[in-house]
């Protein structure tokens, strides 16, 4: 088992930068593809960003290009998801998610085995 736990979250003008945490407990993640996901309002949980297990693999959908970057932190057990250039657009609450050994098809939320509790961000104008 492993638990997901998200941070950093909360509110930043349009702009502004944001970094949001995923603390994984109960197993290494060193072994595990983690993913960045986010759901706005009335809106289906959409993909932003996630990093291949082996590290090697980043990747991010098109709207967050060049303003975001995921990271991992093998010896920390941690993902993070650092947001810059925010517009109103991106607000929504952003989700980790881990997926042993994935070797592909990142952006798919299905198969994502274990998934956190969620962070708010929200960009105002």
């Known amino acids: 088992q492993v638990q997901l736990v998200e941070s950093g979250g909360g509110l930043v003008q349009a702009g502004g930068s944001l970094r949001v945490s995923c603390a994984a407990s109960?197993?290494?993640?060193?072994?595990?593809?983690m993913g960045w996901f986010r759901q706005a309002p009335g809106k289906e949980r959409e993909f932003v960003a996630a990093i291949s297990w082996t590290g090697g693999v980043t990747t991010y959908t098109d709207s967050v290009k060049g303003r975001f970057t995921i990271s991992r932190d093998s010896a920390k057990n941690t993902v993070a998801l650092q947001m810059n250039s925010l517009k109103p657009e991106d607000t929504a609450v952003y989700y980790c998610?881990?997926?042993?050994?994935?070797?592909?098809?990142?952006?798919?939320?299905?198969?994502?085995?274990?998934w956190g509790q969620g962070t708010q961000v929200t960009v105002s104008s």
């Open positions: 109960g197993r290494t993640v060193g072994s595990y593809t």
């Open positions: 998610a881990a997926d042993r050994y994935r070797s592909g098809s990142y952006h798919l939320a299905q198969g994502y085995e274990y």
